[in-house]
């Protein structure tokens, strides 16, 4: 098989990136360049964006047919996922019948959607994940995560002989740390030793190595760990894995001699943690770093993929070639190399839509740095007040972490209470997810929201469906950068005519970033931005994408962080703000009004 280059584009939301990738490669697919298609995502709601284009592409006459994988843990029919025949009735029998499904799936559907899959597993009484996965050698087009291509432990191993494929990456800049994840293995000493005295007679064998491995933990802590904690190597710890092997070893014993109900279900899941940890010491190379952390009793360590380049370029080398796009693939060579394409062929598009329709602002008198914060408060509280009451409708407003923005919210909600003798009539104090405020004749002004910490998927929808058509009242939505709400979703039109940002989007401070900046220092790049600023700046130009979507959209953006006036914050912003307004909080309302009265 011939490969060819890849490619980096960087184009903005909107201009139709999905379209502009899938039918080219679908097209070169019926020539011959290529069997299948991966379009891969990182999240839920680029799938269904996937979906409606290969439904497009299908009603105008494509002869395609197309599969959605849907993660285990979400298709699964039980209550608890325990994949065995003798706990699972889908399970049980599952091969026996599975080729009737299949064989029935592709010759009456060609867009085969999750819900088709579960419908056709509970007619033949078969598991719907793995129903899934055997339509997908039959697909053109298969949607899915990032994992069913890129991760060693649960990667299509059906393609394993014939990787003739495209490969179409959504949103691409999430595949780094996503990546680094995949690539990166740990083990804790509290699992093992919860095993091990959980852990009954009839494993001596076992039990034994579960000593040795605790051991090895505990040698670890006494010998190696410094005072604060922390032991950072760049040799693989060999006598670890020799221990993981024995124990892996043991466990595969003891599972041939009656099935998987032999083993406990913690031994198990430390099976399985073993494995996968053996697994990413194969690949330990430069790429890597070991860190152990102590706490207490527990002590873990890690093996570290601080840089995934070389991974990723070993998955795209074996493929007929692949698409990197995102509308924030930039700065485009910081992500170029980090996705593996250090000789291929990069590309950045500018916006297509008008620059009037947006109103870009960024405060100079506002510090959001660490020190500088519980001072910023009354003017993040001014700058949004003054945004928000120039004109009705729903604003987002996006921090750098959860404790910052629940320290704002409180904030705005004292501060606004206290505009009125009438407390019980400005805020309804009592509500810790939402408050409303009111005018000085107890009339309702806005309502202010704040995303919770770890949202149902009901609890996302309902926090989107407030964003309707022509309000008769604002919203004021606090969210957190990189979080679920900064990329991904669509609000056109007047659903949303406002996005504040606050700070420039850092990662917090911790010893993985640390090692990543330390890494790249070393291979003279700047470490700093590698960690840091490159990662922030992508996760405020996403929050920002969040507003104008289409030709018709109208809004204003406010950025609030003194850093993004200095020269290297402008030089990583898209072109769209060369020409933004640099303002006082006290100037916000004047240039708001004066947008929307012009619009």
Not at 15 to 24: D, N, Q, W
Not at 194 to 222: A, C, H, M, Q
Not at 381 to 408: D, R, T, W
Not at 484 to 494: K, W
Request: proline share 3%.
């Amino acid at each position: 098989m011939q490969q060819t280059n890849n490619l980096y584009v960087s184009a903005p939301t909107g201009i139709g990136k999905t379209m502009s990738t899938l039918f080219p490669a679908l097209k070169a697919m019926g020539e011959g360049h290529g069997s299948k298609i991966f379009y891969l995502t990182a999240k839920t709601i680029t799938r269904t964006i996937a979906e409606e284009a290969a439904v497009r592409l299908y009603e105008k006459g494509a002869k395609i047919k197309t599969i959605t994988l849907t993660a285990k843990d979400k298709i699964c029919f039980c209550d608890k996922r325990q994949c065995h025949p003798d706990y699972c009735e889908w399970a049980n029998g599952h091969y026996d019948r599975v080729d009737d499904a299949v064989y029935e799936i592709i010759n009456e559907e060609d867009l085969i959607s999750r819900s088709m899959v579960e419908d056709y597993a509970r007619k033949h009484r078969v598991c719907p994940f793995e129903l899934a996965l055997d339509l997908s050698i039959w697909a053109d087009i298969v949607i899915c995560d990032y994992n069913y291509v890129f991760d060693p432990s649960v990667g299509l191993k059906r393609f394993a002989d014939n990787r003739d494929f495209v490969l179409l990456v959504d949103e691409a800049h999430n595949l780094v740390d996503r990546a680094r994840e995949m690539y990166s293995a740990s083990l804790s000493k509290r699992q093992v030793l919860s095993v091990k005295k959980n852990l009954g007679k009839g494993y001596p064998t076992i039990s034994k190595e579960l000593t040795k491995l605790n051991e090895w933990f505990l040698d670890l802590r006494r010998e190696y760990i410094d005072e604060l904690g922390v032991y950072i190597s760049k040799e693989a710890p060999k006598t670890l894995y020799q221990i993981n092997r024995r124990l892996i070893a043991a466990c595969d014993k003891k599972l041939q001699q009656g099935g998987e109900n032999n083993l406990p279900a913690d031994l198990i899941d430390l099976y399985f943690e073993a494995y996968s940890f053996n697994r990413i010491y194969e690949l330990f190379d430069e790429h890597y770093v070991v860190y152990g952390e102590s706490s207490g009793q527990e002590v873990r360590l890690k093996l570290f993929c601080i840089d995934p380049s070389t991974a990723i370029s070993s998955i795209t080398s074996t493929c007929k070639s692949a698409i990197f796009f995102s509308a924030t693939l930039l700065p485009i060579d910081y992500y170029k190399y980090m996705l593996g394409g250090k000789e291929d062929k990069a590309i950045a598009f500018d916006s297509p839509f008008t620059e009037e329709n947006a109103l870009r602002l960024m405060t100079t008198d506002v510090s959001t740095r660490y020190r500088h914060r519980e001072g910023s408060y009354t003017k993040i509280c001014n700058a949004i007040c003054q945004l928000v009451e120039q004109k009705i409708g729903h604003y987002m407003v996006f921090f750098p972490s959860y404790k910052y923005m629940l320290e704002v919210f409180e904030h705005l909600r004292v501060m606004t209470s206290q505009r009125k003798e009438d407390s019980d009539l400005q805020s309804d104090l009592q509500n810790e997810s939402y408050f409303s405020v009111y005018d000085d004749l107890g009339r309702l002004k806005y309502e202010v929201y704040k995303q919770t910490s770890e949202m149902s998927e009901e609890q996302r929808e309902g926090f989107l469906e407030r964003f309707v058509p022509n309000p008769d009242n604002s919203t004021i939505n606090f969210c957190v950068l990189g979080g679920i709400f900064s990329e991904g979703i669509d609000l056109t039109g007047d659903r949303l005519i406002g996005v504040v940002v606050v700070g420039v989007g850092l990662p917090q401070l911790g010893l993985e970033r640390d090692l990543i900046k330390n890494h790249f220092d070393e291979q003279e790049k700047d470490g700093y931005h590698y960690a840091y600023t490159y990662p922030g700046i992508n996760k405020v130009l996403q929050a920002v994408g969040r507003l104008i979507r289409t030709e018709e959209d109208k809004g204003s953006i406010l950025l609030i962080d003194d850093r993004f006036n200095t020269p290297l914050y402008e030089s990583l912003l898209t072109p769209e703000f060369y020409h933004a307004k640099k303002v006082k909080t006290t100037e916000i309302a004047s240039y708001v009004k004066h947008f929307w009265e012009q619009s």
